[in-house]
């Protein structure tokens, strides 16, 4: 819209065009030249308005027209939009699948400041979306009408070691939360797979990572701090309003901006990952020991082939120390398999190299964004990618030792699209072993219907969550929850193929969701879930979230605290709709 409308006053702006001398007679007849016939002038009009026409055609042809493959970058434009107002801010979450333009972008630095913007905010009735670092695949913090951002509000308050407790402001970043405690001997209990997340964006949407005893991130709150539309400033605890507290640890930003957070700690320790390479005949058998004996497991399956990448990671021992271990393959020779796949596909496809990126370098997952962006929807193409990769992993086994904040991380492979879902699995004593049914039907669906589906396939597990509107969220405490995720890779920056990528994505998608989530009882991840353009699709999944979630719970918070709705988007507003709405 704001393209469209900048457009419009750029045209606006043009020269006024004046009237051609040779269809005008006056201007062009003199005493000395007899003046055409009616019959002649409206022949001449009439042929140049065919020439016009054919004109114009022959440019919106030369402009509009598909490219070849190697001439996508050259494509020109007709007009240049005018520069965008400087008050415009483009905010885009991290795999640029999302972005908005808006002219309200609120950055304070403290408490007070942060109240005095929700205050006005609330008496002037616009809108403040909470939005994080912006990591979210679903931009579920953007807002075209406005944001508050607490990048700026990033301290440690206070740290008590005793009780291994952190007090902070909502807008630290993972990693600077972790570095800013390490010389306390302290670090958070669980890490999603990247830093870059602030506390409070994290919680709210219900991140975890994985370990089958530990439940997800927002089962470390000890206590909140909510800067509210209606109630201003409040504090919740497991003590303070309980039922509140539960609801808005997990409250995706709906029910007040969170200031401050107080964490559990755990003591910080070196772990010892161990990474390995099995089949799903061999994992079914070693599935419920897995489980029992690692603190931390997770799985990463390479469809089109039978490879589970098994790691696990546990602290070090302290009578035995790191396990001592010599590689039976170096970095080089893991990934050379790879490098001639690419340098093969580079002839194949008539490639001509990037320069800048050197094809010796031992980085796996940047050629492997290369080699999938030659041709990201060919299902050969990709199969070939997939069990080059799955070789990479049988020259990887070993081990790697380092601070759990190091270890637990993992290069996530660019920009992506995802969609990810956790269902129950049972308990650690009593396995349902529908984790492992659930990826045999995804493979099979995948193989089935020939979709080019990247590596890797990622399982995880968690504990259950007392947060009811988490997607781990049980009464038992006994159970667990398996987490799975499938991507598709945008590793380009062109418009049509990032497109391409986009819809055959969401084909996959749709394809798990008819076939298995309910089956399954499977629920995406907030951070993860899109809404749906189609009504009937819509009114479907809010049935859905209407089976798993206190929704009317939520909306009555949401009514009390927010009650003109400053804080919401249109996401949350379709997934949660209050009842004068709908």
Known sequence: MQRALTLKRTLQSLPRITKNPLISGRAFCNASTPSPSPASASELRKYMGYTALVLFCGAATYYSFPFPEDAK??????????????????????????????????????????????????????????VGSGLSPNGIGLSRAGMVNLALMDEVLEVDREKKRVRVQAGIRVQQLVDGIKDQGLTLQNFASIRE?????????????????LPPIDE??????????AKGTIEVSKEKDPELFYLARCGLGGLGVVAEVTLQCVERQE?????????????????????????????????????????????????????????KFTTDEAIQHV????????????????????????????????????????????????QAEAEFWRKSEGYRVGWSDEILGFDCGGQQWVSETCFP?????????????YIEDLKQLIEKEEIPAPAPIEQRWTASSKSPMSPASSLKGDNIFSWVGIIMYL?????????DITEEFFHYRHLTQTRLWDTYSSYEHWAKIEVPKDKEQLTALRARLRKRYPVDAYNKARSELDPS?????????KLFPSSDTI
């Open 220 to 229: 470390q709150v000890i206590s909140m701090k909510l800067v509210t539309p």
């Open 339 to 386: 490098r001639d796949l690419y340098r093969d596909c580079l002839r194949k496809y008539r490639v001509v190299p990037d320069n800048s990126v050197d094809v010796d370098e031992p980085s796996f997952t940047e050629l492997r964004g290369k080699l999938i962006a030659l041709n990201p929807l060919n299902k050969d193409h990709i199969v070939k990618m997939n």
């Open 491 to 499: 590793p380009t920056t062109d418009a049509r193929q990032r497109k």
């Open 197 to 213: 997340q602030q506390i409070g964006g994290i919680l709210q949407v219900g991140a975890h990572g994985t370990g089958a005893r």
């Open 271 to 327: 772990l010892v990952e161990h990474t390995t390479v099995s089949n799903m005949e061999e994992n079914k058998k070693n599935h419920k020991k897995l489980f029992s004996e690692n603190k931390h497991v997770k799985y990463l399956y390479i469809p089109y082939t039978d490879t589970v990448v098994i790691v696990t990671c546990n602290p070090v021992s302290k009578w035995k120390g790191p396990p001592k271990f010599k590689p």
């Open 565 to 573: 709705r400053i804080l919401s988007n249109v996401k949350l507003g």
């Open 425 to 437: 699995a049972g308990t650690i004593a009593k396995p349902s072993m529908k984790d492992l049914e």
């Open 73 to 130: 970058h050259k494509k020109a434009q007709i007009f240049r939009y005018a520069p965008l107002p400087e008050e415009l801010h483009t905010v885009s979450n991290w795999s640029g699948t999302h972005e908005v333009q808006t002219r309200v972008f609120h950055q304070p630095e403290t408490l007070e400041e942060l109240e005095k913007v929700v205050k006005e905010a609330n008496a002037r009735k616009y809108r403040i979306r909470p």
